[in-house]
């Protein structure tokens, strides 16, 4: 159990029958009155923001996420395969659950694997992946006066906007959090 007073950013406690993780927070104490925890909770299986206020005696159970390192094996149809690369279990994770994760994730890349009691929630690709580009427009020369941008599509078949130097081929960096193109390899 966690009090409201020690709540801080990061922290997963569970709240009715729903995990949340505290995005924000703010202990507040008003002239009048006593005071209070004013805090903006991400449900972690639904991606949904609440606010809430809190008693600082309030307590709440802290949830425990386990993350554990697999290896994305490979998709079947509406179904995608991890194994744990220690015990070499293997687990099939349906579209729901996955949502963009693998967005930029190619096959036998690691991932992290986000449980709460044995039941997997989400799935954290890594910070920074290396693809290659299979389908951009030409640049032109002189053309790079305003940092302009163009169109890609990477190896995964994600679509990245890329500089007008980056050509089919190149191998890029990109931020997976953001789906920004950070630079060429």
């Known amino acids: 159990m966690i009090s ?10 569970e709240l009715d029958n729903n995990i949340f993780q505290i995005v924000e927070f703010q202990h507040v104490k008003p002239g009048k009155g006593a005071a209070f925890v004013r805090t903006k909770l991400k449900n972690i299986k639904s ?5 809430k206020t809190f008693r600082p005696t309030e307590k709440c159970p802290q949830a425990r996420i386990d993350r554990k390192d697999m290896q994305y094996l490979y998709s079947d149809g509406d179904l995608f395969n991890f194994m744990d690369v220690e015990t070499y279990d293997q687990i099939a994770l349906n579209q729901d659950t996955i949502g963009d994760a693998l967005k ?14 044995g039941n997997v929630f989400a799935i954290e690709p ?25 169109p890609a599509t990477v190896e995964t078949g994600a679509n990245v906007l890329v500089p007008l130097f980056v050509e089919i081929g190149d191998v890029i960096k990109i931020d997976t959090r953001t789906g920004e193109y950070l630079s060429r390899v």
């Open 126 to 150: 890594p910070l920074f992946v290396e693809l290659a580009i299979t389908e951009t427009e030409p640049g032109f020369k002189g053309d790079t006066a305003t940092g302009a941008t163009k």
């Open 4 to 13: 409201a007073g020690d709540f801080r950013n990061g922290i997963t406690i």
């Open 47 to 51: 991606g949904g923001v609440v606010e």
């Open 104 to 117: 930029f994730v190619k096959e036998n890349e690691m991932v992290k694997v986000c449980s709460h009691n």
